[in-house]
């Protein structure tokens, strides 16, 4: 049977004010047998981190064009992978679409399609319900709108999409009857719902969690092929005297758990 290793890691790119230091830091703690990497808040702004990756084997692949520009990098790390297409499918200045980036790769004559996702939010300090109602609802029409692109753009076959939904707190029984404030206008129940009805399987680890708060945002949804053994992974929060320090929540080092998934296809 055979897996391929990929890592989905959410990299807190929310600003241009990032140091050498912390693409450093990130490209030092990627687990090193992962084939596929998607980084999620992944700006330009991080400078040589793509000649870092390329570095270490891998082709990086971008939808971003300008330094500001919040979007997502997959990299491609094996000799028997063959890049077969490149998915640039949602325009990063449209709010009401989310981060959305994608390539099609061919291994051992198998195709598949690999997805990096990210649901926006809007970043001011809400002081109104109905500012918070109105997130949640911009959250849930980007879910729609990212199944849409799947479609208009064709994108068949075996598909895995990963990345951070934002999709709030939950707890694993929750009843989509439970939320009465702003999730329930956009919740994981809900999410998890809407894929299902396209085919998709769910993956989220069962322990642990990928943001403080006991929080899951990063997942997986795949569709023709299984994920094995879904886990969130936070030791590059570790001191190591070999890697660079990690400095908490500042800007570019990662404040999300890397989220680890063997593919079998």
Excluded at 195 to 201: D, H, I, P, V
Aim: with cysteine.
């Amino acid at each position: 049977m055979d897996f391929m290793k990929v890592v989905c890691w959410n990299i807190n790119g929310r600003s241009s004010n990032i140091t050498d230091n912390a693409a450093d830091f990130i490209s030092e703690n990627l687990q090193d047998n992962s084939e596929i990497i998607v980084f999620t808040e992944y700006t330009l702004s991080f400078g040589r981190l793509s000649k870092n990756l390329e570095e270490l084997g891998y082709i990086t692949f971008s939808n971003l064009t300008k330094t500001r520009e919040n979007g997502v990098l997959i990299g491609v790390k094996s000799e028997d992978i063959e890049i077969k297409q490149v998915f640039n499918l949602c325009p990063s200045t449209d709010d009401m679409q989310p981060n959305f980036f994608g390539v099609q790769l061919k291994k051992d004559n198998e195709s598949i399609n690999i997805i990096g996702t990210r649901i926006r939010v809007d970043t001011k300090q809400y002081k109104t319900d109905a500012e918070t109602n109105h997130d949640f609802k911009d959250r849930a029409r980007q879910s729609v709108n990212l199944l849409h692109q799947l479609d208009l753009n064709k994108i068949e076959g075996k598909i895995i999409i990963v990345g951070d939904f934002n999709n709030g707190f939950y707890r694993e029984n929750d009843k989509l009857s439970d939320y009465k404030n702003a999730r329930r206008y956009f919740n994981y129940k809900m999410l998890k719902n809407m894929m299902n009805e396209k085919g998709f399987t769910a993956y989220t680890p069962k322990y642990g969690y990928s943001l403080e708060n006991n929080l899951k945002y990063d997942h997986a949804f795949a569709k023709g092929l299984k994920v094995k053994q879904p886990r969130y992974d936070w030791t590059f929060t570790t001191p190591s005297s070999k890697k660079s320090t990690y400095e908490g929540k500042t800007v570019g080092y990662p404040d999300h758990a890397q989220l680890l998934l063997d593919i079998d296809f």
